[in-house]
């Protein structure tokens, strides 16, 4: 699957939750509109639509037996995946009865991924994603090389140097470990560094600090969306970042974000997991 697709068509119904404030809508195929980049930035806008950092879509053409989807930015783009949007679409299908507590999989941009729902309490549901084996590296997020200097810096607002580590977990990231996560430091790196004109298609931002041996604080900023309270995919990207470079141990890493806490789990070779609640919020129909 590429992002030149045609857009598809979906249902007017509509289904929202969140992971920590990191909202979605997720939509199946169906005949009420389509997904053009005006229709899913009006949709997503907060004030002039319902409102989310994002859009799942649930395709009618499965993969065998497994669902496929599409994912959209609050700004009309499409991109490759997100944690805590494949979570949330977990409690979509679980509530419509499609899957139960057993472990199942689906198709994102021709990727496998396992998820699990481990339980529900007062409609907050716990769900884990096994996300695969991360790359890092200039070549694993489209950065072109001679963006870096040899010490792995590039040349950030104002001339300064900062030091990233281009992470892939299924999308680009590019982390920076800073002695202090402001939200000052993030207006100013973010967008710069999200749109640099170094990668070949963008990358989500993240600054990270080290609390202890298994726990990071992180400030987030997305890819086609802006500052956000939390990001699976984001959460994974520290959690590598950190574990590669040494900063914390494999193994159960919290990432703690604005929004609250995220759970992923890094092993040696890169392989990882990401665990946490999802609230749903509530469903109806585009007029």
Not at 21 to 42: C, H, K, M, Q
Not at 207 to 218: D, F, I
Not at 233 to 258: K, L, R
Request: aromatic share 6%; with cysteine; net charge negative.
């Amino acid at each position: 699957m590429t992002r030149w697709e045609p857009r598809p068509t979906l249902s007017r119904a509509f289904y929202k939750a969140h992971s920590l404030g990191n909202d979605y809508l997720i939509f199946e195929e169906g005949s009420g509109w389509v997904a053009t980049p005006d229709a899913v930035r009006e949709i997503c806008n907060r004030n002039r639509g319902v409102g989310a950092d994002g859009i799942v879509v649930l395709l009618q053409e499965l993969a065998g037996s497994l669902p496929q989807l599409r994912m959209f930015n609050p700004d009309g783009s499409e991109f490759e995946r997100s944690g805590n949007g494949l979570r949330i679409l977990a409690t979509y299908l679980h509530r419509e009865g499609r899957v139960d507590d057993a472990p199942f999989e689906v198709i994102v941009r021709g990727d496998l991924v396992g998820i699990t729902v481990h339980g529900v309490q007062d409609r907050t549901y716990d769900i884990s994603v096994e996300m695969g084996r991360a790359k890092v590296g200039a070549d694993s997020v489209g950065l072109d090389p001679s963006s870096l200097d040899g010490s792995g810096r590039i040349i950030g607002p104002g001339g300064s140097r900062v030091h990233v580590i281009p992470v892939s977990v299924g999308n680009p990231h590019l982390v920076v470990f800073v002695p202090e996560v402001s939200n000052t430091l993030l207006e100013s790196l973010g967008p710069f560094l999200a749109t640099h004109s170094g990668l070949s298609n963008g990358a989500n931002v993240q600054l990270a600090r080290p609390l202890s041996a298994s726990r990071l604080e992180a400030a987030i900023w997305e890819r086609g969306v802006g500052p956000t309270t939390a990001s699976g995919t984001g959460a994974c990207a520290i959690a590598v970042a950190a574990v590669w470079s040494g900063q914390v141990n494999p193994g159960v890493v919290m990432v703690e974000t604005t929004g609250g806490s995220l759970e992923i789990q890094v092993n040696v070779e890169l392989e990882v997991g990401l665990r946490g609640p999802v609230k749903e919020v509530c469903t109806g129909t585009l007029t």
